[in-house]
């Protein structure tokens, strides 16, 4: 990352004031500013070519970055309403309705868009049957860490009962237990740390 003409703040103080709408995380490119996580790491994708994402400069190229972007968009749109209302429903129904919504939207819209074609074949973990880490990781494998971590019996967040429905999905677990188990994504995550830090925020929430 030292070799790249980009600035990384060291505090999420410092990222607040460069970004002139006091936006996190932010990152300093050759003096220009740019800030929301799901744009910084597109741009970095873009920026230094990886295995995470192809160039779009041939059509399957184009086409897997729109396949990347559609499934990222489903994820967004049909599960992770769910989510947030299993973990921060005002009443124990509203949570339980969550954890259902969830549940649900996994099995039909993203289950089936994990690894389509690859029925009955040997293929890697990542999304569309990926070896290693694609820009899909990247940007929703906060989102799994995260899940695992509150559905923990211990972290009380969200109800545990959660993973019975999951197990039924063999894609999606496949695919969630291997991004949350890459060293890329759990490096720096701190679970009980970031569970207590939720929980804290959310009982004063509910006060």
């Known amino acids: 990352m030292s070799d790249l003409p980009i600035h990384l703040p060291q505090s999420l103080a410092n990222q607040r004031s460069q970004s002139k709408r006091g936006l996190v995380p932010s990152l300093s490119?050759?003096?220009e500013v740019i800030t929301e996580s799901g744009i910084v790491a597109q741009f970095l994708a873009d920026a230094y070519p990886s295995?995470?994402?192809p160039p779009s400069n041939t059509p399957e190229g184009a086409l897997q970055r729109a396949?990347?972007?559609?499934?990222?968009?489903?994820?967004?749109?049909k599960a992770a309403p769910h989510y947030n209302a299993a973990l921060r429903g005002a009443t124990e129904a509203d949570r339980k309705a969550g954890v259902e919504g969830y549940v649900a939207a996994i099995k039909k819209e993203i289950e089936p868009l994990l690894?389509?074609?690859?029925?009955g074949k040997q293929h890697g973990p990542f999304f569309g049957g990926s070896d290693k880490l694609t820009l899909v990781e990247v940007l929703l494998g906060s989102f799994l860490i995260r899940l695992?971590?509150?559905?923990?019996?211990?972290?009380?967040?969200?109800d545990p009962a959660i993973w019975e429905g999951l197990a039924e999905?063999?894609?999606?677990?496949?695919w969630a237990q291997a991004t949350r188990e890459h060293p890329s994504v759990n490096?720096?995550?701190d679970a009980k740390a970031c569970a207590d830090r939720t929980k804290k925020k959310l009982l004063a929430n509910r006060k």
């Open 51 to 53: 295995h995470l994402v």
């Open 169 to 174: 999905a063999k894609n999606f677990s496949r």
């Open 67 to 77: 396949r990347i972007a559609f499934f990222v968009d489903t994820y967004s749109s």
């Open 115 to 119: 690894y389509p074609g690859l029925e």
């Open 148 to 158: 695992h971590a509150f559905a923990d019996k211990e972290a009380d967040l969200i």
């Open 29 to 31: 490119y050759n003096g």
């Open 187 to 189: 490096g720096i995550f």
